[in-house]
Each structure stands twice: as structure tokens, then as C-alpha cells.
């Protein structure tokens, strides 16, 4: 404890009993110093292991994620720097396509949203996301037309999954068997570069 903290404490256990009468004052002061330092010292430990598990929350979820990009890769036939050279993921857990990708703005929509909704499930485990993540990389590889995504997701029920109304209530996710062997198919292409057919 610092000293001017120290300081503090016995002024105040001394204010606290100025006005007592021994034995009352001495037993008094004991106990209120010894209240206040340990008040002090509870609130640092508290403070340290708020940290410390905010430390911890982070590392397990960067574990999380590398454990994912092991998974991921594997399901797609490629090493963990080959699935790093197709994918990103920023600090704030957005999903980056970084191959780069070409067609259509529709078959941009699909191929982007495989590679979304596969990397959401495995690197971040969230099974179904919304739109905004879809859209969001969308826009970092330079898609404008983001209004016919819904209607260019619809037309490939047996990949993926809707639920919910329009907006912000509308989620996506990959169809067990033919929508994750589709991702992963395409997630490969993009690290190894080659040509994409959906």
C-alpha cells in the first residue's frame, strides 16, 4: 500500500474515535484501521483479478479462434496459413475475405456468404449471424449492390438457411451437409487461388 494511502486510513480511524473514551477509543482505532486497510487492499485485489480475467476472457477467446482456424483449414484440405491467405479476422471479429474474389455481384454474394457463415460457425462458434457480417465483408472487396443479397441467398436453399423477418431480425447459416462441404470447397479454391463455380 502506498504511503499516502496509509496516511488516509489513520486519519480517518483517528477522526472515527476522537470523541471515545479508553479503553473504547484504543480498541475502537483497532478495529476501523484495520477495516480501512483491508477495504483498500480487497479493492486492489479486486481490481487485479478484474484484469487478470479480462486477460483471460482474451486469451481464451484468441484460443477459441486459433483452435477454429485449425478445424476450419482441416475441414477444407488446407494448412492454417493457406486458410490465412483467403481469410481474416479483425480485432472487433469481423470476417475479411482476403483472396481475392471476381464474377458477378451475385456470385460475389454467395461465395462471400459460404466463407462468412463457415468462418462465424468455426473461428467465432456462432451458428447463425446476421446479415450486417455477410454485408459488412461484402463491402471491404467492393460489392455495391447489397440489396438483392436476401433475394441471391434464397435461391440456394439447399446451402443455406433463414430465419426470421426482414432486417435486423433475419439470420443465416450453413446447411449441414451440402452448405459446409460448399464453404469449405470454395474456401479452398480461394487459398489455392482457383477458379470458383457455384
Known sequence: MNPEKLKECVKIAKE???DE???YKTEGYKIILEKLLNDTTENKKSSYNSKKESKDENAVL?????????????NCGISVNELEDAISISKNNDIEIIAPTTGSDSKKHIIVSLCVLA??????KEEWIGPSKIT???RSIGVKDLGNLS?????????IRARGSRGKQKQYRLTTNEGRTK??????????VEKIDV
Open 136 to 138: 459488412e465483408c461484402l
Open 62 to 74: 484468441v484460443t477459441g479462434i486459433e483452435k477454429g482456424k485449425k478445424e476450419l483449414a482441416k
Open 183 to 192: 464453404a469449405f470447397e470454395i474456401i479452398r479454391k480461394l487459398a489455392k
Open 119 to 124: 468462418a462465424s460457425e468455426f473461428l467465432l
Open 16 to 18: 472515527a474515535v476522537k
Open 21 to 23: 473514551s479508553e479503553p
Open 151 to 159: 433475394l441471391t441467398l434464397k435461391r440456394y436453399p439447399l446451402l
